[in-house]
């Protein structure tokens, strides 16, 4: 219990924010619709928001979006890096091109965390409640390839994490013989996928790493989720991998370009 009752317009702000990171653009109305607060107290907030640096109004008429100096209210948070940033438009494109619904994961000790998703704009995703979910390394494909394509150092270390700790592959690790074999068999396809096991199970998923460049280090994972009978194998190979790695080459970039304009700022700075 708090010694205050909560401030109003702090709680309404935040709840604006909340509502913007979820779309690309959100207009007045559309911000109305999600949060029921008045359309007055609504552009109040955003012209606040505006004038603090964390929204910037679109130029073409669009509507609203977040702006980069949200970055400033996670500083103290490690759960969800500059690639969900680099990565937002690169997710929404995918699904532009194929309807299908991008993620991107990050790691989070022991399994992969959704941290964005465009399942709310996809017109036929299988799932619509991963965000902040956490999956597994090696039963799902976002998970698996982050835990296939990191450094060998950085693997036996997430493997002897997996054998004594509580995960969401806790009922998969019974063979490390096997599950370095699927590993293996990913490396050698370039690309993870979780291919549709049960009756129940219509849905699968295809997914890649998202490297830092210079190093070897995985950043993140992205990939897609489609209904297992609606797309061929030769689709998969032919048009959703290779679209899939170009958008994690390009969030690479984003993310490099990122990281230069911080380090230029903070050599402007001091």
Same mark, same amino acid.
């Given at each position: 219990?708090?010694?205050?009752?909560?401030?109003?317009?702090?709680?309404?702000?935040?709840?604006?924010?909340?509502?913007?990171?979820?779309?690309?653009?959100?207009?007045?109305?559309?911000?109305?619709?999600?949060?029921?607060?008045?359309?007055?107290?609504?552009?109040?907030?955003?012209?606040?928001?505006?004038?603090?640096?964390?929204?910037?109004?679109?130029?073409?008429?669009?509507?609203?979006?977040?702006?980069?100096?949200?970055?400033?209210?996670?500083?103290?948070?490690?759960?969800?890096?500059? +690639?969900?940033?680099?990565?937002? #438009?690169?997710?929404?494109? $995918?699904?532009?091109?194929?309807?299908?619904?991008? &993620?991107? =994961? @990050?790691?989070?000790?022991?399994?992969?965390?959704?941290?964005?998703?465009?399942?709310?704009?996809?017109?036929?995703?299988?799932?619509?409640?991963?965000?902040?979910?956490?999956?597994?390394?090696?039963?799902?494909?976002?998970?698996?390839?982050?835990?296939?394509?990191?450094?060998?150092?950085?693997?036996?270390?997430?493997?002897?994490?997996?054998?004594?700790?509580?995960?969401?592959?806790?009922?998969?690790?019974?063979?490390?013989?096997?599950?370095?074999?699927?590993?293996?068999?990913?490396?050698?396809?370039?690309?993870?996928?979780?291919?549709?096991?049960?009756?129940?199970?219509?849905?699968?998923?295809?997914? +890649?790493?998202?490297?830092?460049? #210079?190093?070897?280090?995985? $950043?993140?994972?992205?990939?897609?989720?489609?209904? &297992?009978? =609606? @797309?061929?194998?030769?689709?998969?190979?032919?048009?959703?991998?290779?679209?899939?790695?170009?958008?994690?080459?390009?969030?690479?970039?984003?993310?490099?370009?990122?990281?230069?304009?911080?380090?230029?700022?903070?050599?402007?700075?001091?």
């Amino acid at each position: 219990m708090t010694s205050y009752r909560p401030v109003v317009s702090v709680m309404r702000s935040f709840e604006v924010l909340e509502a913007l990171n979820r779309q690309r653009y959100s207009t007045v109305d559309h911000l109305y619709r999600l949060t029921g607060l008045p359309k007055s107290t609504i552009v109040r907030l955003l012209e606040t928001l505006i004038e603090a640096g964390y929204v910037v109004r679109d130029d073409t008429g669009k509507g609203y979006q977040v702006a980069s100096q949200v970055n400033a209210l996670s500083c103290g948070f490690h759960g969800a890096p500059q +690639v969900v940033e680099a990565g937002r #438009a690169w997710a929404q494109e $995918l699904t532009r091109m194929f309807n299908w619904p991008a &993620a991107i =994961a @990050v790691l989070d000790r022991n399994a992969v965390q959704v941290c964005y998703t465009t399942s709310g704009e996809s017109p036929v995703a299988p799932y619509h409640a991963l965000i902040y979910k956490r999956l597994g390394l090696v039963s799902k494909a976002l998970g698996r390839a982050y835990f296939a394509f990191c450094p060998a150092g950085e693997r036996r270390l997430i493997h002897r994490l997996l054998l004594t700790t509580s995960h969401p592959d806790n009922d998969q690790m019974g063979a490390p013989d096997a599950i370095e074999q699927i590993m293996r068999a990913t490396r050698k396809q370039q690309f993870a996928e979780r291919q549709s096991c049960l009756k129940s199970d219509t849905s699968a998923s295809i997914a +890649v790493p998202i490297y830092q460049q #210079a190093t070897n280090r995985v $950043l993140g994972t992205i990939g897609l989720t489609y209904y &297992a009978s =609606a @797309v061929k194998r030769s689709e998969i190979m032919d048009k959703l991998v290779p679209n899939l790695m170009v958008a994690a080459e390009a969030v690479s970039d984003n993310v490099a370009r990122m990281q230069t304009a911080i380090q230029s700022a903070r050599t402007v700075v001091h």
